[in-house]
């Protein structure tokens, strides 16, 4: 694998991590078996490798058999809506056979049939959208007109990404499949206060995300900064550079917006229209709202906001982030990020005009 593409396969990997949206947590499991059936099998010669969806199947029952144990007193939720059908399968079965799996492994009949009914769902739901990033398909793993007896085919070179990231990419896997269980809010109360560990070594304080959102209620004169229209609830404070993106909360790269609005963008990067807005009521107004952010004691630093926004959009190009309108429109990154971010010629901002104390 040459490092050109090698780099290719990492970005459109992290692409359709960062941007696929699922309700269900089968998009890390699929990733997951593509992963160790690439290690666990031999190729052809031509560098691909075809994959019978009963063996895709095999690995999903696999990962989901623990996972279909009560954790404390209850079975995770691997859904957002009630619970994964291939959970609920794998849960009648455990029970047949007191939880030993290899036990239903060495019986043929209801161990094929499991096999069956996994697969169907397989075939059903995230195989077709695994490769979806921002309403599009991007068919970097295999392709939907090469499937036939039920097989699909990597595509030559995948399996070897596959089989050199292999560490790299189950953190990843890992780490979005956790992530997704402590969003799904029927877990909140299974999971209880231990459960929050993530969230309060790497997250932010509630307290401060709340005076957050107060002072852009304000600044935006309660509307949302997606739609523009009034904001009669509580709201939603909301990333603009999303925080799977950039883990990091500084105060100009926060609107406040819809609950609607915020949950329909998720974890996408927004088109250029609304870049634009971002710069003029953040960047342009960033003295003035870095002195209510001071006021408040809140964290912010104009620079590195724009700089990570910067940074964000580049990545979001080179990889071909689909960049979201309203809910379920979305249009390509190209080239009109820069100028909506004001930075086509370089990286200047009305704050560089004074420089602050510490230069
Ligand atoms: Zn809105």
């Not at 780099?7 to 269900?24: H, K, P, T």
């Not at 304080?205 to 004169?221: F, I, V």
Request: glycine fraction near 8%; include cysteine; charge should be neutral.
């Amino acid at each position: 694998m040459r490092p050109d593409e090698a780099i290719r396969f990492l970005r459109q990997f992290q692409e359709l991590l960062a941007e696929g949206g699922f309700v269900a947590t089968y998009k890390f499991a699929l990733l997951q078996a593509l992963a160790d059936l690439s290690v666990e099998h031999h190729g052809a010669f031509d560098g691909s490798l075809s994959l019978h969806v009963e063996q895709i199947a095999e690995k999903f029952i696999e990962y989901y058999w623990n996972q279909a144990r009560p954790f404390q007193q209850e079975i995770l939720k691997q859904n957002t809506s009630g619970q994964a059908e291939v959970v609920c399968l794998v849960e009648e079965y455990r029970e047949q056979v007191d939880g030993k799996l290899g036990r239903l492994q060495s019986s043929h009949t209801p161990w094929s049939r499991l096999k069956r009914r996994v697969a169907a769902i397989i075939i059903k739901m995230p195989l077709w959208k695994l490769q979806t990033v921002g309403n599009r398909k991007n068919e970097f793993l295999y392709r939907e007109s090469e499937y036939s007896n039920r097989t699909i085919r990597l595509l030559p070179g995948v399996p070897e990404a596959f089989r050199v990231f292999h560490p790299l990419l189950t953190s990843m896997i890992r780490g979005g499949w956790i992530a997704q269980i402590h969003r799904i809010k029927g877990n909140r109360d299974i999971l209880g206060p231990g459960a929050e560990l993530e969230e309060f070594l790497f997250g932010t304080d509630r307290g401060s995300l709340a005076r957050y959102r107060e002072l852009l209620r304000n600044h935006q004169a309660g509307e949302c900064f997606y739609c523009g229209k009034k904001v009669g609830n509580a709201g939603d404070l909301d990333h603009f550079i999303p925080w799977s993106r950039y883990p990091l909360d500084l105060g100009h790269n926060f609107v406040f917006a819809h609950k609607g609005c915020n949950n329909a963008k998720r974890d996408h990067l927004a088109a250029p229209v609304h870049i634009e807005r971002w710069r003029v009521q953040n960047l342009d107004e960033g003295h003035r709202l870095a002195r209510a952010f001071d006021e408040a004691g809140l964290t912010n630093d104009l620079k590195r906001s724009l700089l990570i926004a910067r940074w964000a959009y580049e990545q979001g190009f080179a990889s071909g982030a689909r960049l979201w309108v309203r809910a379920g429109e979305f249009e390509d990154c190209d080239y009109r990020w820069k100028a909506a971010l004001g930075v086509a010629g370089g990286l200047r901002l009305a704050a560089d005009e004074d420089p602050p104390d510490y230069q």
